[in-house]
DNA sequence: GCCCTGCCGTCAGCACGATGTAAGCGAACC
DNA sequence: GGTTCGCTTACATCGTGCTGACGGCAGGGC
């Protein structure tokens, strides 16, 4: 796998990379991030290993940033053992599991290969659905030929019900793959990013089940 | 599918016991395991539900050691609303899916169905009687090649109909699936949605057994 | 720094489908 | 023919989903 290090100390640093690199991960270490780099590091990697506990404390907003791009690199973070809300803020902000320092070198890489494992059966290139053709790995979407401009959450949704075409996804589901688990929110917010999507998209695509949750197409 | 339900509440163990059974799954349904349980219980069961909330804190233990022995039996978790961190820890651990509690029932049908098909090899198992084509775990209903709307209750009726194809099943029994168990009603609202459904599916595929119930197909 | 733009979450009003009940009608059984 | 049971339709009510609008917020351009 190609990952991606944030660490900023050089002892640590120095000694993960060359375990990761030693059991077969190209690794690449950096010591910190800025906004410009953000959009750079993330598309190519397999996994990113965050360390939340940056000097500048940018980390869990570059996870945000990242997110909120619609990035969906699998991220671990590491932090202190006594950070608790920052390793839950963490996982709200979209990471994906968590290692507390100092942990076993074992232990990550078991935890590196489950979080691969679970997103890499992807063999999914592009799904068609009538007019509708939605490139998951390219993130990009077309009706009828013509290309569609969607936001973080709107994606968020339209690619949780592609998953399963035909399928019934309900609300909680969709709910789930717009916040992270956690997150509960007393709101209709599935509804309106189902409605704008219809808006954007052919109407007739997302298809309701009343009182269960929605399916892409047929019926 | 055979199930296997490990709940510590007794209440809430009794609910989806029930729920599971009324909707044709062989429930067995545990308070508590213990190591030498484990191995006993893991093999003849399609799918376990496991709590991870358990009070002596060995959902997670008996998750590990299932997989450490090397048996794949599609475990779903359940976990309460603010455990993020445990439910990372079972999806780590081996755990096909999870549930937020409180989980809504049919919800609960959904994941187990997708998460059986997913194992058992027989990814759509469709039950056919004449035109009709019934595909309970994606909700979907066909007559003669074209798809059909269905209400909740309408799907609550017929599902419970293709549990049994040639059976009889009582009016009583078709309550039950329409309302909760106790909740005993004064109309003739299971004959008013058998006859919705006649009008929607061919009408020759539900049978009435006058003075006793109806039955799905051949006479 | 300041303004502008786009995205986000929430809310409230509206519209429509689903639901349960009742009543009239037809069929089956005696 | 009378009675019982089931079928169908109609209807009022209720719940749910849909959508437009708004304020907050963050990011980018200037």
Redesign the interface.
Same mark, same amino acid.
């Given at each position: 796998m190609r990952l991606l290090l944030v660490e900023d100390d050089d002892m640590l640093g120095q000694a993960v990379r060359d375990h990761l690199v030693a059991n077969g991960h190209a690794t690449d270490w950096v010591r910190r991030l800025d906004a410009a780099e953000a959009a750079r590091f993330a598309t190519p990697y397999d996994v990113i290993l965050l360390d939340l506990n940056l000097p500048d404390g940018r980390g869990l907003e570059f996870l945000r940033s990242l997110r909120r791009g619609g990035d969906t690199t699998p991220v671990i973070i590491t932090t202190a053992m006594d950070q608790l809300s920052m390793?839950?803020d963490g996982?709200?902000a979209g990471a994906?599991?968590?290692l507390i320092k100092p942990f076993d070198l074992g232990e990550l890489l078991?935890?590196l290969g489950?979080v691969g494992r $679970?997103y890499a059966g992807n063999p999914n290139p592009l799904l068609v659905i009538g007019p509708l053709e939605v490139d998951a790995p390219r993130r990009v979407v077309t009706v009828a030929g013509r290309s569609v401009e969607l936001s973080a959450r709107e994606w968020a949704v339209l690619e949780r019900l592609a998953q399963?075409p035909?399928?019934?996804v309900?609300k909680?589901q969709l709910e789930d793959a717009l916040f992270?688990?956690?997150d509960?929110v007393e709101s209709n917010a599935v509804e309106v990013y189902v409605s704008r999507l219809r808006k954007k998209l052919d109407a007739g695509v997302i298809h309701t089940? $009343?009182?269960?949750g929605y399916r892409l197409a047929?019926?």
């Amino acid at each position: 796998m190609r990952l991606l290090l944030v660490e900023d100390d050089d002892m640590l640093g120095q000694a993960v990379r060359d375990h990761l690199v030693a059991n077969g991960h190209a690794t690449d270490w950096v010591r910190r991030l800025d906004a410009a780099e953000a959009a750079r590091f993330a598309t190519p990697y397999d996994v990113i290993l965050l360390d939340l506990n940056l000097p500048d404390g940018r980390g869990l907003e570059f996870l945000r940033s990242l997110r909120r791009g619609g990035d969906t690199t699998p991220v671990i973070i590491t932090t202190a053992m006594d950070q608790l809300s920052m390793r839950i803020d963490g996982l709200n902000a979209g990471a994906d599991d968590y290692l507390i320092k100092p942990f076993d070198l074992g232990e990550l890489l078991a935890r590196l290969g489950a979080v691969g494992r $679970r997103y890499a059966g992807n063999p999914n290139p592009l799904l068609v659905i009538g007019p509708l053709e939605v490139d998951a790995p390219r993130r990009v979407v077309t009706v009828a030929g013509r290309s569609v401009e969607l936001s973080a959450r709107e994606w968020a949704v339209l690619e949780r019900l592609a998953q399963h075409p035909g399928t019934l996804v309900s609300k909680v589901q969709l709910e789930d793959a717009l916040f992270g688990f956690g997150d509960e929110v007393e709101s209709n917010a599935v509804e309106v990013y189902v409605s704008r999507l219809r808006k954007k998209l052919d109407a007739g695509v997302i298809h309701t089940v $009343r009182g269960l949750g929605y399916r892409l197409a047929p019926p």
